[in-house]
């Protein structure tokens, strides 16, 4: 395939973006991926496009080099994007770039001109609650599922409490349908699929929530339904808000749930390989996280004993 076939940069971006998108189908990528890669490079064609117009010459993927790509960092940064963000958009633009130069007949290199322009992403620390808010929240729920005879109410508490047991990602369990949970033995069977669809299976202990979770099966709102948790996502964040609010205990979000989780197993020295499956974790680098906050409150704690 020429690397030029048309005249115009866009035009030759677009006939790469079509070949680029088909290729990463083939691949393990989500439809939620491949829009993403869909719209960063129609942000990248348009700002070739500007480049041409207003430069008032001619533009090929040669002229591409990294004083190109600063300037298409500056124009995001005008367009008020995090770096997160931004630092999205180059990895996307890279990937097409090594695409381009594996699949042009020519052989030209265009990545390697690009490779090392980097933006600098400052991390913010995970949140995670505490166990003593963890315990307040968790017997609150229970008690609203015990007193209550609402369905919404019941539904609503239950999802916070599998969120606290299971460490799922919020999506990843309004996703959840009843037959992705089966009963084996004393534990909950949960059948997940996570990020890039990829399935993986998490456990709950019977006991943990069987009291709930007939409570919930009990109501005809639950079972004319095929999901779970037949809730929306904002719902149940302002519903985790007002929980929050009432036990006067910040609000850190759906996912500190997951933390929380991650960070125990991590105290009960769980090996990083079993947290990083049941997390989801593409790699067990990003587990490793865990150990480490974990890792410096145990510390705390042996100073707290040190006694001369």
């Not at 591409?64 to 500056?74: L, P, Q």
């Not at 609503?156 to 033995?185: C, H, M, P, S, W």
């Not at 609000?251 to 933390?259: E, I, T």
Request: proline fraction near 0%.
């Amino acid at each position: 395939m020429k690397l030029h076939k048309y005249k115009e940069i866009e035009q030759n971006i677009e006939y790469w973006q079509k070949l680029f998108i088909e290729n990463k189908k083939t691949q393990t990528n989500s439809k939620h991926t491949i829009n993403t890669y869909n719209r960063i490079l129609e942000e990248f064609k348009e700002f070739c496009y500007l480049e041409r117009v207003n430069e008032n010459e001619e533009l090929n993927f040669l002229d591409m080099n990294k004083y190109f790509i600063n300037n298409f960092i500056h124009y995001l940064k005008g367009k008020k994007l995090s770096d997160k963000t931004i630092s999205l958009y180059l990895t996307t633009i890279k990937l097409f770039f090594k695409f381009i130069s594996e699949e042009n007949d020519e052989a030209e290199d265009i990545l390697t001109p690009i490779e090392k322009v980097f933006i600098k992403v400052s991390q913010k620390e995970a949140q995670s609650y505490t166990d003593e808010e963890i315990i307040k929240i968790d017997n609150y729920l229970r008690e609203i599922i015990n007193k209550s005879k609402s369905y919404k109410k019941v539904r609503n508490a239950l999802a916070v409490l599998f969120l606290i047991y299971t460490g799922l990602r919020a999506k990843e369990l309004l996703a959840l349908k009843k037959n992705d949970i089966q009963i084996e033995d004393d534990v909950f069977v949960i059948k997940v699929l996570g990020k890039g669809d990829k399935e993986r299976i998490v456990y709950i202990e019977i006991q943990t929530i069987i009291d709930e979770w007939e409570k919930l099966e009990s109501f005809e709102e639950y079972k004319n339904n095929d999901f779970i948790f037949n809730i929306k996502y904002t719902t149940l964040y302002e519903y985790n808000q007002r929980i929050c609010k009432k036990l006067n205990i910040q609000n850190k979000g759906l996912h500190a749930y997951r933390h929380h989780l991650a960070i125990k197993a991590v105290e009960n020295d769980t090996n990083l390989q079993t947290i990083s499956e049941w997390l989801g974790h593409s790699n067990i680098m990003i587990t490793s996280k865990y150990y480490a906050k974990a890792n410096e409150k145990a510390k705390k704690g042996m100073a707290r004993k040190i006694k001369i």
